[in-house]
């Protein structure tokens, strides 16, 4: 099933974070960088800034970044398959960013719509894709695996 994707409004209200994205947001603020332990278990890191969106680039070889917001509801679908294929593919740094907390990365990045999925092999883009669709999002993350 192929869900429309939503057009960015930067006025839409934030609203809470779930609590596991929470508990990682500490740590990964103060280190700069989520922990590798954590990224060898699956976990999405939640992008709290551009220069931790940066360093990230810079430091891991592969990248599959998803621009989101609360507010959406094709990114609250995607969401679960997104942090699914975070365990699957270790070799690939997953990261989610809320547009609404990180403005600046959802203009730099063009982002027009949510979810939208891009992919950064060596910090270069690689590939991207927008909406829902779960196949695209498969065939993106084994690409960049397979790089």
Not at 44 to 58: D, G, K, N, P
Not at 131 to 140: F, S
């Amino acid at each position: 099933m192929t869900l429309a994707a939503v057009p960015y409004a930067s006025a839409s209200p934030a609203t809470s974070r779930p609590a596991i994205q929470e508990a990682t947001t500490g740590a990964t603020q103060q280190a700069g960088t989520e922990a590798p332990a954590a990224r060898a278990r699956g976990a999405v890191i939640e992008v709290t800034s551009a220069e931790q969106f940066y360093e990230l680039l810079r430091s891991e070889p592969r990248v599959i970044a998803m621009f989101t917001a609360n507010w959406c509801a094709p990114c609250r679908v995607m969401e679960p398959k997104f942090e699914y294929l975070s365990t699957q593919h270790g070799t690939v740094t997953f990261l989610s960013i809320d547009v609404d907390d990180n403005a600046e990365l959802a203009f730099e990045n063009h982002i027009g719509s949510m979810p939208t999925f891009i992919a950064f092999r060596d910090a270069q883009r690689v590939g991207a894709f927008t909406g829902a669709d779960e196949e695209a999002l498969r065939r993106l993350v084994r690409g960049l695996a397979a790089s």
